[in-house]
């Protein structure tokens, strides 16, 4: 497998603050890599170094197997797609989409051709002599990325591209960018807070947290084997429901709840008996007649429903702690009712209460 | 049905109301107050001198006449050259001409610079520079004739380095180098005395530029004069715009420097002026005094009139981001 983009122990300060702490990171070629975490968590600022917009404290950046950090972002065969599109508002679309070739003394006819081919692949050739004010949010956002197309480079970035859309444009441009990787095989990194993105666009995530990259994986291993309760927490939604217990002899225990971990994969099936967090997906929880199959049965009682049309939403109290079970949404479920349900502990996660780490 | 018969639609407004007086009131009172000299002055400069004698001010003229606006312009004297204002008009624009366009130029790159190009120390700069725009003129007026003459007489001898070969060349040699006394050293301290003011109005406007844009500017591998140019310059018209009428009345209004730093043959226009107004020989010619006045104040007059939204707009663009 070739590397497409290297971080090696990167750190980034600013004045005092640690903003990324000696970060590790290997891209392979035509990946697409999605950075994700709540603001703050230090993504951008991971992807402005990729580029070469800001100035790396400590540690190195490869791109295509050459060290770049010292090398201007022109220099470094990268094109970056912005939240704001960040168009130039005196210039044409052709205009935008040229400036850096112009920049880069590539012959006419050469810019030409580029400009066109971009302007094919986004479907943008009839806004070509418009200016960007006079465009729609996605077209705009479609002119930003044919920007970077139009380089030639080896590897976009997209810092949030799709945030300013609405929902639905977003939903849209969302497979058109999977179109887009598909059809270019570049190497595309991607940053996002958005889970939906990530689970959808990405070969891999990288779970971001202070700095520091939580868990890097491919969106099933993120989703279905969280490695800490960090990630557990900050993937799906709702959110996994959580209850603090004691392990012992692979019987999980958190008052008068048992719960013997029946197929739970353990890391190390040697796992010595310790207090415990056990995390369980609201869509992992089954009803109705799956229940009778389901290897751990007990009732709750409906505190609260939450009908979506595709899903239904059920607060629950479990013990008096909150328990979120999904259901289907054609399911009528009314409050103060007592529910059956079924848990699979082989779909569980169980992190250890100190270290967070999954058991 | 709805009931239809209690209020409904917008609510009907009375054009006649205690505050609606007040403030038309107001506003009229306080045009009256600083329109009445304007008006004092356009009807005295078109006045002969036997009906100013009248002494009713007020009163529209009888007779008009042009004749003190021509007298002004081109026939009224300071001492003993008698060619009106025309000469401290052409001096007035060669020093407005240069010293806008430099300081200008020289600000808007600074305040680019401040603003997109962070340097170590960059902070602390603007604010030494910023700190330059609480001096008071008084303090720095001395030391710049001492830096006036000493640089005119160092480029002197820099310049007269050059002499041997230009004169082997068949050019004629420099001659002494006259900065203090000349309409070159004045368009020099103007473009300093701009410098504060302006390089914080344009560090400003940059400093609202999204920064998104300078980046991909960046990634598309343009430097710092490719973003200045073709990114920055064409998007902030505006602030240029502003940044021009604060020099041109700025420069134009000022008296200070005009009357510290030149000689009677290189006087600006409002020097002139006072000259001319304040003379102490012959009879006080109103007439010419009101038109000289006048016509010293058309410039930064046309310049509010031409511009009086462009310049709102700028100010406020301008002021709004820290």
Avoid at chain 1, 167 to 184: C, G
Avoid at chain 1, 254 to 265: A, E, K, N, V
Avoid at chain 2, 96 to 106: E, F, M, Y
Avoid at chain 2, 195 to 205: G, K, Q
């Amino acid at each position: 497998m070739t590397h497409s983009v290297q971080i090696k122990n990167l750190d980034l300060s600013f004045g005092a603050v640690k903003v990324l702490k000696n970060l590790n990171l290997d891209i392979a070629e035509g990946e697409f890599l999605v950075l994700l975490g709540s603001s703050g968590c230090g993504k951008s600022t991971l992807l402005n170094c990729i580029a070469g917009l800001l100035e790396v404290t400590d540690g190195q950046i490869f791109i295509k197997g050459e060290n770049v950090t010292w090398a201007e972002p022109s220099e470094r065969g990268i094109g970056m797609v912005f939240q704001s599109y960040a168009l130039y508002p005196q210039m044409t679309v052709k205009g935008n989409l040229s400036f850096g070739l112009k920049n880069a003394k590539v012959p006419k006819a050469e810019i030409e051709k580029r400009v066109a081919r971009a302007a094919d692949v986004l479907q943008i050739e009839p806004l070509l002599n418009r200016k960007p004010g006079a465009l729609s949010g996605g077209q705009r956002q479609r002119v930003a990325i044919g920007r970077a197309l139009v380089r030639d480079v080896d590897v976009f970035l997209f810092d949030e591209p799709l945030s300013n859309l609405d929902a639905k444009l977003r939903a849209d441009l969302r497979v058109e960018l999977k179109r887009l990787h598909n059809q270019l095989q570049n190497t595309m990194i991607y940053v996002t807070h958005d889970q939906v993105e990530a689970m959808t666009l990405a070969d891999r995530i990288a779970v971001m947290k202070g700095g520091l990259i939580m868990q890097l994986g491919t969106p099933d291993e993120i989703y279905n084997r969280p490695d800490n309760l960090y990630v557990a927490d900050f993937i799906g939604s709702p959110s996994m429901n959580f209850r603090d217990g004691m392990l012992e002899n692979g019987v999980f225990k958190s008052g008068d709840l048992t719960l013997p971990l029946i197929g739970y994969d353990f890391i190390d099936p040697q796992t010595a008996d310790r207090p415990v967090v056990i995390g369980m997906r609201p869509e992992h929880i089954v009803t109705g007649e799956l229940v009778a199959n389901a290897p751990v049965q007990m009732n709750v009682t409906v505190d609260l429903v939450e009908p979506m049309g595709s899903d239904t939403l059920i607060y629950a109290a479990v013990n008096g702690d909150p328990f979120r079970i999904r259901m289907d949404g054609q399911a009528r479920v009314k409050k103060g009712e007592v529910l059956a349900i079924g848990i699979d502990p082989s779909r569980a996660s169980v992190f250890d209460k100190k270290s967070e780490a999954r058991l | 049905m709805t009931d239809m018969t209690g209020p409904r639609g917008p609510k009907p407004k009375r054009v006649f109301n205690s505050t609606n007086i007040m403030i038309y009131g107001t506003l009229f009172i306080v045009c009256l107050y600083y329109l009445l000299p304007l008006y004092v002055m356009i009807v005295t400069s078109l006045k002969g001198m036997p009906e100013i004698r009248l002494g009713n001010i007020f009163s529209p003229p009888v007779e008009v006449t042009y004749e003190p606006w021509v007298k002004a312009w081109s026939e009224a004297c300071t001492g003993i050259n008698c060619e009106g204002l025309s000469r401290g008009f052409m001096n007035s624009v060669r020093i407005l001409v240069p010293s806008v366009i430099i300081s200008i130029a020289i600000a808007s790159v600074n305040g680019y610079a401040l603003a997109n190009w962070k340097f170590k120390g960059s902070e602390t700069f603007f604010t030494i520079l910023i700190f330059g725009a609480f001096i008071p003129y008084q303090v720095m007026i001395y030391p710049i004739v001492i830096l006036l003459r000493e640089s005119g007489d160092g480029m002197t001898n820099v310049m007269q380095m050059f002499n041997p070969m230009l004169e082997w060349m068949g050019f004629e040699g420099f001659g002494k180098i006259r900065l203090m006394g000349s309409l070159w050293g004045l368009v020099i301290v103007h473009t300093i005395f701009g410098m504060p003011i302006l390089t914080l109005l344009f560090r400003n406007y940059f400093t609202s530029v999204p920064e998104e844009l300078f980046k991909a500017a960046r990634v598309d591998g343009a430097g710092f004069w490719g973003i200045y140019f073709r990114i920055m310059l064409p998007m902030s018209l505006p602030i240029f715009v502003v940044a021009m009428i604060l020099q041109v009345t700025g420069i134009w209004n000022d008296f200070l420097f005009g009357v510290i730093y030149t000689k009677p043959d290189t006087y600006p226009m409002t020097v002139q002026l006072n000259n001319i107004v304040n003379s102490v020989q012959g009879v006080k010619e109103y007439n010419v005094n009101m038109a000289a006045t006048l016509l010293t104040g058309l410039v930064p007059l046309f310049i509010y009139f031409a511009s009086g939204k462009l310049f709102v707009r700028g100010i406020a663009a301008g002021a709004v981001k820290g």
